[in-house]
């Protein structure tokens, strides 16, 4: 069981190169997030999936889209990187028992964009 | 949106010693959740402790207690028995239950929490 896992751990990009993150999670959660995690701040909510086939707006979509073609993989893509891009990305998944949620986070994907 | 403030960037603690890190936030919501989540230099987000609105008794986890202050819109963590393996930097975070913000984490900014020997 390795919960949830990302790919890359670590990507340098030029500015309008495209690349995916990749996140998996092998506990059959519904729901995935992803999050980006700037210096000083917390962590703020880009794109999230209530399931498979799903995907909606977080707080700072835009340059980000997404894809949820399997319940256990959660993509996102850039498709023209920005150098405001650069960040560390997490990717987070959940589900909800008894009314009770808890999310599960990734170790993180360091991205840098010149 | 719900707001989520950590007033205290960094915080320092002698080991074996007891602090305490402050979150408030404000929402108009009656039913919600909270959660600290601890991020040590490794960037892997770990959760210490979740509270329940609806609970009146705070959550506890070994070492790690909260004082929630509904009223207040508080919800402060406190480390007792301190160990090196604290020292990280320590998330408070809001979560609705329901409507268009449904299981969106909202975040504070952190504090940086420092362990002496």
């Known amino acids: 069981n390795a919960g949830v896992t990302q790919t890359p751990k670590f990507r340098v990009l030029k500015t309008g190169q495209s690349m995916t993150l990749l996140c998996a999670q092998d506990m059959n959660h519904e729901y995935m997030y992803w999050y980006r995690q700037d210096p000083g701040m917390g962590l703020r909510l880009i794109h999230y999936s209530v399931g498979e086939g799903t995907t909606a707006k977080g707080e700072v979509p835009d340059g980000y889209n997404v894809s949820r073609l399997k319940k256990q993989n959660f993509l996102l893509g850039l498709e023209s990187a920005a150098p405001s891009q650069t960040s560390v990305y997490f990717c987070?998944?959940?589900?909800?028992?008894?009314?009770?949620?808890?999310?599960?986070f990734g170790p993180g994907t360091r991205l840098l964009v010149l | 949106a719900q707001t989520v403030t950590q007033s205290q960037p960094e915080m320092s603690v002698q080991e074996a010693e007891t602090v305490t890190l402050s979150c408030t936030y404000d929402?108009?919501?009656?039913?919600?959740?909270l959660f600290w989540y601890k991020q040590p230099p490794s960037r892997q987000m770990i959760l210490v402790i979740r509270q329940e609105a609806y609970k009146q008794q705070n959550a506890t986890e070994n070492r790690f207690s909260v004082n929630f202050q509904k009223a207040a819109k508080s919800f402060s963590l406190k480390i007792s028995d301190s160990q090196l393996g604290d020292a990280a930097m320590y998330f408070c975070a809001y979560r609705s239950p329901r409507g268009s913000t449904l299981g969106r984490l909202y975040f504070g900014r952190g504090t940086q929490l420092t362990v002496w020997p």
């Open positions: 929402t108009s919501e009656s039913d919600y959740y």
């Open positions: 987070a998944s959940s589900y909800r028992s008894e009314g009770k949620e808890t999310q599960y």
